[in-house]
């Protein structure tokens, strides 16, 4: 099946009917990644370009904790979700600033006190410059709402020094996560992205940990 939200349908409806058993889980999961890898194979251009991006992000992260290791683990996730660019054949630029900002941990700056800062830009023009330019794809939504709970939650935990906002500020961005996960298990289908009421504390939250961190001495 050419449609990747079809196909990812098609196997989220066998494993619904299969309740989830251990089998069934295992089988899902090899043929996600079989499948992942025949729809990274037909998007030659944009898997050179994912690479590209990467490969300049692994050199800069050099030395860096988490650094390496972090800019590997999003080559891996978002090669495997090449199929949901839909009918196009290549990365955006919408696409590349969100890439960027999910690695900002690993990155020179990316956890000095103005990166929540420029992790807020950074949302705000990935979304303003695919709507502009009408590039809209299932790719960039799920990328953007996983970026978001990567750097976030990474944030949070290594810089937020008050237990009580770093329980509210984890909760609101694994929220959509989990929903959108929990959803597609129950109905065997993916969903939509989270409904903006579900965003709304999430983007609240960045906001305060954005501006106690570049408070923060």
């Known amino acids: 099946m050419a449609d990747s939200r079809a196909a990812t349908n098609?196997?989220?409806a066998e494993l619904?009917?299969?309740r989830l058993a251990p089998q069934a889980v295992v089988c899902f999961l090899g043929q996600a990644a079989h499948r992942s890898l025949l729809q990274a194979a037909r998007r030659p251009r944009a898997l050179a370009e994912?690479?590209?991006v990467h490969a300049v992000l692994y050199r800069l992260a050099r030395g860096r904790r988490p650094g390496r290791r972090w800019v590997a683990a999003s080559w891996v996730l978002a090669a495997s979700h090449l199929?949901?660019?839909?009918?196009?054949?290549?990365?955006?630029?919408a696409d590349i600033l969100t890439?960027?900002?999910a690695n900002l941990p690993a990155l020179p700056g990316g956890t000095g006190r103005a990166s929540g800062v420029l992790a807020v830009g950074l949302d705000l023009a990935d979304g303003r410059l695919a709507r502009h330019q009408g590039t809209t794809a299932p790719f960039g939504?799920?990328?953007?709402?996983?970026?978001?709970?990567?750097?976030?939650?990474w944030l949070t935990l290594r810089h937020e020094?008050?237990?009580?906002?770093?329980?509210?500020?984890?909760?609101?961005?694994?929220?959509p996560v989990v929903t959108v996960t929990g959803l597609a298990l129950r109905r065997g289908a993916m969903p939509d992205r989270p409904r903006p009421v579900l965003l709304r504390p999430a983007a609240a939250l960045q906001a305060v940990i954005a501006l106690r961190h570049l408070a923060r001495r």
């Open 16 to 18: 619904r009917e299969d």
């Open 50 to 52: 994912l690479t590209a």
């Open 83 to 93: 199929g949901l660019l839909e009918h196009r054949p290549r990365l955006t630029a």
């Open 161 to 175: 020094p008050n237990p009580a906002v770093r329980v509210a500020a984890i909760a609101a961005w694994t929220l």
């Open 141 to 153: 939504d799920y990328a953007d709402t996983f970026a978001d709970a990567a750097f976030w939650t």
């Open 10 to 12: 098609a196997l989220l």
């Open 99 to 101: 890439l960027l900002r």
